[in-house]
């Protein structure tokens, strides 16, 4: 059952299924808008400085083609939405794969190993503009994982639109998950908790 009607308003900034349906399911109506940023030109040393400040173009990228005005006048705020999520695998940092032989080479790398995912959640208050922004990490710990599997992970091409190619709840690679420590949601991109907090701490901030 959706829970706004409360007295706020959400734009989620993000074209993501996993993080529509987590968002959904924490019980939110929300629109969707996207921002078109270059992830890859954005560097950091860090994991989690790298996904805070992707979440932050990606708010700056999304207020930049709104009204900001009509938002701040309006009775009822409005929250935006913005988050990024990476994978660490052995202290390198994966993106989504840019071509099967990467994707390839991730897989069999988590085979039999265990990756961290590090995400970022951002909320704007596009009323007052205040921002609180957060990060999560989980872990992954993996079974060897066949060839075969792989391959027609490559061949579906889902692989290509998730960092790391991580797939957590795909029924070809759910048998092979070993363990999952921490949110599943915060592997998949939208973790629960964190966003519930900063969207009360955005709201209760003047």
């Not at 399911?25 to 969707?32: H, K, R, S």
């Not at 990476?86 to 390839?104: D, L, T």
């Amino acid at each position: 059952m959706a829970r706004n009607p409360l007295p706020f308003k959400i734009i989620l900034g993000s074209s993501s299924a996993a993080r529509k349906d987590i968002l959904a399911e924490m019980g939110y109506q929300f629109t969707v808008m996207t921002a078109d940023i270059d992830e890859k030109s954005m560097r950091r040393e860090k994991p989690e400085e790298l996904v805070m400040v992707l979440a932050e173009a990606k708010a700056n990228a999304i207020t930049s083609k709104l009204d900001t005005t009509t938002y701040k006048e309006e009775a009822e705020p409005t929250l935006l939405i913005t988050s990024d999520t990476v994978v660490v695998h052995e202290g390198e940092v994966k993106e989504k794969p840019s071509s099967k032989e990467e994707a390839r080479q991730y897989l069999k790398g988590y085979s039999g190993g265990h990756v961290s995912t590090v995400g970022s959640v951002l909320v704007t208050n596009l009323k007052t503009g205040v921002r609180r922004g957060g990060c999560d990490i989980a872990e992954v710990y993996f079974h060897d994982i066949p060839d075969e599997v792989i391959e027609n992970l490559i061949e579906e091409g889902v692989v290509f639109k998730v960092a790391g190619g991580l797939l957590v709840e795909h029924p070809l690679t759910l048998p092979f998950i070993e363990a999952v420590v921490g949110a599943v949601d915060s592997v998949m991109g939208l973790p629960k908790d964190l966003t519930e907090k900063l969207i009360h701490e955005a709201l209760s901030e003047p």
